[in-house]
């Protein structure tokens, strides 16, 4: 793990995909250089700002002037905010807007949002006209560590979450530290889950500065930049190895599995934010592997009480309204996009940043942990 950044210094991550690398720009203040550049990679190009109401109404005038600075001409397209707008219609309103607009296989889409945006702007811009370059302008932690790199674009379908879309890269990734600020705190926290999965798949030191310094992370101090980077850095490194998640790169699903089903029982709803959802389905995990004899209860209980220290949900019973029964999470489980052949794969842990790919997990065991845990309201 690197040293902390200086305050103030930008960071320049690179996603090495060959002939399709690109930038991942991380600073306070990087949106400035959106207009200049755009205007490098794509000269005389149109844009088509994709984002939602919300990011919209704080963001959107600053992200136009920064455009029409460099001399780019632009076109907006707001949908409304959450989950709800991952759906088949509002992909179709974008795509039928992208086309309106004559947004040529040129031009470029901007996606000025969190995961949602990025998600249903990316997969949009895969289908019109065969594929659309596009631009990642992530508005909330999540997206800024996660989402916004890596390709996987999508909408979600009632059977599930992200069970329609397409790997496609983004050109360039402005992650601008400062629109964080707007951010409620809520969300922000949810975002810091996907930041300590990091550290508890793969980066055990990482998680233990995470442990010394999250307070800073979330108050906005340097340590904030430089946990972003390091995000980064290790999700980059995944997807220049297996862009198409045939490997390795499955691991960045650690609690997901549960974290999807629990997220698709509650509705897709203000209930249970992403990165919450992601927060319970890690501590899951941790606690089923712990179970199975993979690693020490004291690691378990660490990941859950570090989670649990942030405000995060680490239990069934902190999901407002409830959730489903066990058979109900089993089915839902079962949509998940690892489960081959009928069988169901899982990303456990031996230890706190060891984290490994289990095909073959016995659904009957995954259950009846499912049913202890729902017992316990």
């Known amino acids: 793990m690197t040293a902390p950044l200086r305050s103030g210094d930008p960071t320049i991550v690179n996603v090495a995909l060959a002939d399709r690398a690109y930038d991942i720009v991380i600073g306070r203040g990087a949106l400035a250089s959106l207009g200049a550049r755009i205007k490098a990679l794509r000269p005389g190009a149109k844009v088509a700002i994709v ?73 949009a811009s895969a289908s019109v006209r065969r594929g659309l370059d596009f631009v990642q302008v992530p508005t909330s932690l999540l997206a800024q560590v996660d989402s916004s790199v890596g390709g996987k674009t999508g909408i979600n379908s009632k059977q599930g979450k992200n069970l329609i879309g397409a790997f496609h890269q983004p050109v360039l990734v402005i ?108 501590a899951l995990a941790f606690e089923f592997s712990a179970r199975k004899g993979l690693l020490s209860a004291a690691d ?26 066990a058979d109900a999470l089993m089915d839902l489980i079962f949509q998940d996009k690892k489960v081959k052949r009928g069988r169901l794969t899982f990303i456990l842990v031996r230890g706190i940043g060891e984290a490994f790919v289990s095909p073959d997990v016995d659904p009957a065991e995954v259950r009846g942990f499912l049913a202890e845990k729902l017992a316990q309201r």
Not at 103 to 118: F, K, N, P, S
Not at 204 to 224: H, I, K, M, P, T
Not at 310 to 324: A, I, N, S, Y
Request: aromatic letters at 6%; hydrophobic letters at 45%.
């Open 51 to 123: 984002s939602d109401e919300n990011v919209a109404a704080k963001h959107m005038a600053a992200t136009e002037a920064v455009l029409k600075n460099a001399g780019i001409e632009s076109s907006r397209i707001v949908v409304p905010a959450g989950e709800g707008s991952k759906s088949y219609a509002t992909f179709e309103k974008v795509c039928e807007a992208l086309i309106a607009a004559r947004i040529e296989r040129d031009d470029l889409v901007v996606a000025l949002g969190g995961g949602v945006i990025g998600d249903l702007a990316g997969y």
């Open 175 to 282: 992650a601008d530290t400062a629109l964080l600020d707007t951010l409620p705190e809520r969300e922000f926290r949810a975002g810091y889950a996907e930041v300590a999965k990091y550290g508890l798949l793969g980066d055990g030191a990482f998680f233990s500065w995470l442990e010394a310094n999250w307070q800073d992370v979330f108050a906005g101090g340097s340590s904030r930049e430089h946990s972003i980077a390091v995000s980064c850095r290790a999700k980059a490194g995944v997807v220049a190895r297996d862009e198409r998640e045939s490997g390795e790169r499955a691991l960045l699903n650690l609690g997901h599995t549960f974290g999807h089903a629990l997220e698709a029982g509650a509705g897709f709803s203000d209930r249970l934010l992403h990165g919450e959802a992601v927060a319970l389905g890690m």
């Open 300 to 325: 378990a209980e660490r990941a859950v009480r570090h989670l649990a220290a942030t405000g995060l949900p680490t239990h069934v019973r902190d999901v407002p309204g409830g959730v489903p029964d």
